[in-house]
């Protein structure tokens, strides 16, 4: 199959699958450059991790095609399975074999030259030389996943894919694990994470937000935002959270939310919301108008998808 | 009541589990009525209409009597002449017959003469319980037989003591020792539960802590994984065979009097054969509760319908034929056949190729079910 586009890591079109009557992902399209870092965000049971899946090679799409690394997602699953480094959710190593034994398990299976090296140099990358011997099930969370993401980028591969890393692992390690994912980036590796922590969405290059099945936004951060069409007005001071009740049942204000001691409220009509904001001018709240943040995009672009899949 | 509510929260998430859990579910209603149906309906411990075939060196009324009397008496179901002792004797090792009956030469004009001629029967005792009541009856039957013809000038003969003097040959088993029988055996037993259950909870474990995703996303094809999660539990059970080899020689003194290489082809097919059936079964079962279930869901029947517990003649022909489906029925064959009889590879070879045929179908099922997919 001709390589039409050598720049893309990832492209493809049309990709869908169902479970039963449940569409999960319906007709994705991802067109992600070689050498970024992209986040792929979206709500629990969106679609993210099947997407994942079918982009290597773990399942099979009911329709859509394309490629991933240049290979043909449906018929050349060996080639990208064995260019393509994919990190589980869940800690899927082998919780009863030691470290190493599952370093050197790997490196087996991808028929890896100087296994015994590579594998040294990695527990003494990871610093876990001196424990090569513990059961990689004794291991913290943190550390299970630090030594997921060393086996599946001991192959060196081209591409990373990582389901969650973060997820449940404290922020330290959440730091010094976007260390590491940059740090294999700026060698040319492309990765593709999925995430649900907006400020990691923010260590991306682009980001990619899949709701309910559907790819509701691709860009950069600030593209992303900037196209919302979302409007954020923001109200300071004391009492602001007795307002909150008042202003979620209003037209104008499509979410309302307090964070940062301030409350959040956005729409897509601009008009309605200043109405909104002159009517609720109480003494001691200010309110300003401010671009909105990711979060409060990400949590619009949910309901809008929400309103298309129930009209559907 | 509190404690009740609580009883009543407790039994109805119960409840609920059950009906989730369909193979369970359906396992506690189908292993009653299997049971019911293999103990109530197969299972016969006074086997009749078993094979025997008859060596005439004398061919008479007389003869015809004793023909048609071991006929009706339903213990014996006459399949056949054969033309010399030999092929009396090699029926008996391949297990084609249960019994040979020799008619020597000259038994009509002795029996007439009243000399009490010898009958022989040579029996298959290497199951003594399948052998033992035909052959407690064989002297009642000759003796009812004969009475018919023993009329007029003979009927004296059919008074006193028996006219005719039957000679039993207890092959292969001679004194009746039934851990003869029981040991060999054993080895089919004991390797059918171990390989089927090993293999399907090894490869359930990988789906259940998902592990599967990962192996799943390594570049292994499946026959390379089924190969490579196979081949350790054959070398299990190289060991429980020697194990059982060796305590069935040295401890019961079962005697080996056949080829080592033959009974190791056997051995191997078998475990093969099981294997597959394990690997089946970890395709189909999503936990290893499941997995352990199917197995003993696959030992039940294997057990009960080989001829391990009990004679495999003595079960209805439907019985036989679910019976021939299971590698353990061909395995036992082999095992004592090699063992206690000696029988050489083309006594053999009818129960070496349905554990063939049996492997591969088994093996076709397994590659076809395996997902190289989490689909």
């Known amino acids: 199959m001709p390589d039409i586009a050598p720049d893309l890591a990832i492209d493809v079109r049309g990709l869908t699958k169902s479970y039963g009557k449940l569409k999960v992902v319906n007709a994705v399209d991802i067109r992600m450059p070689r050498g970024q870092v992209w986040g792929f965000l979206g709500p629990n049971g969106s679609g993210k991790t099947t997407t994942i899946r079918m982009l290597c090679g773990l399942l099979k799409p009911d329709a859509g095609d394309g490629t991933c690394l240049g290979y043909d997602i449906l018929k050349q699953s060996r080639e990208i399975k064995n260019q393509v480094g994919y990190m589980t959710q869940k800690f899927s190593y082998w919780e009863d074999l030691s470290i190493r034994e599952n370093l050197e398990f790997v490196a087996n299976l991808y028929d890896l030259k100087n296994k015994k090296q590579i594998v040294d140099k990695t527990l003494e990358t990871l610093g876990l030389s001196s424990r090569q011997k513990q059961l990689a099930g004794t291991l913290s969370g943190g550390w299970k996943q630090r030594l997921a993401l060393a086996a599946c980028t001991l192959h060196n591969p081209k591409m990373l894919m990582l389901d969650e890393p973060t997820a449940g692992v404290d922020p330290q390690a959440r730091r010094d694990f976007w260390d590491q994912i940059h740090r294999l980036s700026s060698e040319g590796m492309t990765v593709l994470v999925s995430t649900h922590y907006m400020d990691e969405a923010e260590r991306c290059d682009q980001i990619a937000y899949i709701a309910y099945g559907n790819l509701m936004a691709q860009g950069r951060v600030e593209d992303i935002i900037d196209r919302s069409g979302l409007y954020t007005f923001v109200a300071e001071g004391t009492g602001v959270r007795d307002l909150m009740e008042s202003l979620r049942s209003q037209p104008g204000a499509d979410h309302v939310a307090y964070f940062g001691n301030a409350l959040h409220v956005s729409g897509g009509d601009l008009e309605a919301l200043k109405r909104l904001v002159a009517a609720h001018q109480v003494s001691g709240i200010k309110w300003r108008q401010e671009r909105p943040n990711l979060e409060d995009v990400f949590i619009h672009l949910m309901r809008q998808s929400k309103d298309n899949s129930v009209a559907v | 009541m509190s404690a009740w509510r609580?009883?009543?929260?407790?039994?109805?998430?119960?409840?609920?589990?059950?009906?989730?859990?369909?193979?369970?579910?359906?396992?506690?209603?189908?292993?009653?009525?299997?049971?019911?149906?293999?103990?109530?309906?197969?299972?016969?411990?006074?086997?009749?209409?078993?094979?025997?075939?008859?060596?005439?060196?004398?061919?008479?009324?007389?003869?015809?009597?004793?023909?048609?009397?071991?006929?009706?008496?339903?213990?014996?179901?006459?399949?056949?002449?054969?033309?010399?002792?030999?092929?009396?004797?090699?029926?008996?090792?391949?297990?084609?017959?249960?019994?040979?009956?020799?008619?020597?030469?000259?038994?009509?004009?002795?029996?007439?003469?009243?000399?009490?001629?010898?009958?022989?029967?040579?029996?298959?005792?290497?199951?003594?319980?399948?052998?033992?009541?035909?052959?407690?009856?064989?002297?009642?039957?000759?003796?009812?037989?004969?009475?018919?013809?023993?009329?007029?000038?003979?009927?004296?003969?059919?008074?006193?003591?028996?006219?005719?003097?039957?000679?039993?040959?207890?092959?292969?088993?001679?004194?009746?020792?039934?851990?003869?029988?029981?040991?060999?055996?054993?080895?089919?037993?004991?390797?059918?539960?171990?390989?089927?259950?090993?293999?399907?909870?090894?490869?359930?474990?990988?789906?259940?802590?998902?592990?599967?995703?990962?192996?799943?996303?390594?570049?292994?094809?499946?026959?390379?994984?089924?190969?490579?999660?196979?081949?350790?539990?054959?070398?299990?059970?190289?060991?429980?065979?020697?194990?059982?080899?060796?305590?069935?020689?040295?401890?019961?003194?079962?005697?080996?009097?056949?080829?080592?290489?033959?009974?190791?082809l056997?051995?191997?097919?078998?475990?093969?054969?099981?294997?597959?059936?394990?690997?089946?079964?970890?395709?189909?079962?999503?936990?290893?509760?499941?997995?352990?279930?199917?197995?003993?869901?696959?030992?039940?029947?294997?057990?009960?319908?080989?001829?391990?517990?009990?004679?495999?003649r003595g079960m209805p022909a439907w019985a036989q034929w679910i019976g021939q489906v299971f590698p353990l029925t061909h395995f036992l064959r082999v095992v004592r056949g090699v063992m206690l009889k000696g029988s050489d590879f083309a006594a053999m070879w009818p129960n070496i190729w349905p554990m063939l045929i049996f492997i591969a179908v088994a093996t076709a099922v397994a590659m076809l079910r395996y997902r190289s997919t989490l689909d």
């Open chain 2, 266 to 312: 056997g051995v191997g097919l078998f475990i093969i054969a099981n294997l597959a059936v394990g690997f089946t079964f970890s395709t189909v079962a999503r936990s290893q509760m499941q997995a352990m279930q199917m197995t003993f869901f696959f030992f039940l029947p294997s057990i009960m319908l080989s001829g391990f517990m009990f004679p495999f």
């Open chain 2, 6 to 264: 609580r009883i009543g929260a407790i039994l109805t998430k119960e409840f609920i589990q059950m009906r989730r859990d369909r193979l369970t579910s359906a396992i506690m209603i189908i292993m009653p009525i299997m049971q019911l149906i293999l103990f109530g309906f197969a299972i016969n411990s006074d086997p009749r209409h078993l094979p025997t075939l008859l060596y005439l060196e004398d061919r008479s009324a007389v003869v015809r009597s004793l023909k048609a009397g071991l006929q009706n008496s339903s213990y014996f179901d006459i399949k056949g002449e054969v033309q010399s002792a030999d092929a009396g004797t090699k029926a008996l090792q391949s297990g084609e017959a249960a019994f040979v009956v020799t008619v020597p030469a000259g038994f009509t004009r002795n029996l007439l003469r009243g000399d009490h001629p010898q009958l022989l029967i040579e029996a298959d005792a290497s199951d003594p319980s399948a052998a033992s009541n035909a052959v407690a009856m064989i002297q009642q039957i000759t003796a009812s037989a004969l009475i018919q013809d023993l009329k007029g000038e003979w009927a004296a003969l059919a008074q006193g003591p028996p006219p005719v003097d039957i000679v039993i040959h207890r092959m292969y088993n001679p004194e009746g020792i039934s851990q003869y029988n029981i040991v060999p055996g054993l080895l089919g037993v004991i390797l059918t539960m171990t390989m089927v259950m090993i293999t399907s909870i090894a490869m359930t474990r990988e789906t259940e802590r998902g592990n599967m995703e990962n192996l799943l996303a390594m570049p292994a094809r499946p026959w390379e994984v089924m190969a490579g999660k196979i081949i350790p539990y054959i070398g299990v059970g190289i060991v429980q065979t020697a194990i059982v080899l060796l305590a069935s020689t040295f401890v019961f003194g079962v005697p080996f009097l056949g080829s080592v290489w033959l009974l190791s």
